[in-house]
């Protein structure tokens, strides 16, 4: 049996990225380039109106508000 303290959880990682990148490209997905700054905050604005308006249909909007500042919290 091996010793659990000896073994290196990550050195596998390099070979499974390069397999998990192998079959997302085979299933189509495209990697692209980071976007910038402006349209970043575009996507970030059309997230806040998508989740308002989910709000308003599927959810109460206190909901939403609590999730929010909880997700506030957790990332300050």
Known sequence: MQNLDS???FADIPRLEK?????LEKN??????????????RF???GARARK???EIYF???????VLNHQKEFRH
């Open 7 to 9: 073994v290196d959880a």
């Open 60 to 66: 109460p909007a206190e909901l939403l508000d609590e």
């Open 53 to 55: 308006k989910m709000a």
């Open 28 to 41: 189509n997905v495209k990697w692209v380039s980071l976007p910038g700054e402006k349209e970043k905050v």
């Open 44 to 46: 970030q604005e059309a």
């Open 19 to 23: 397999l998990m990148n192998k079959v």
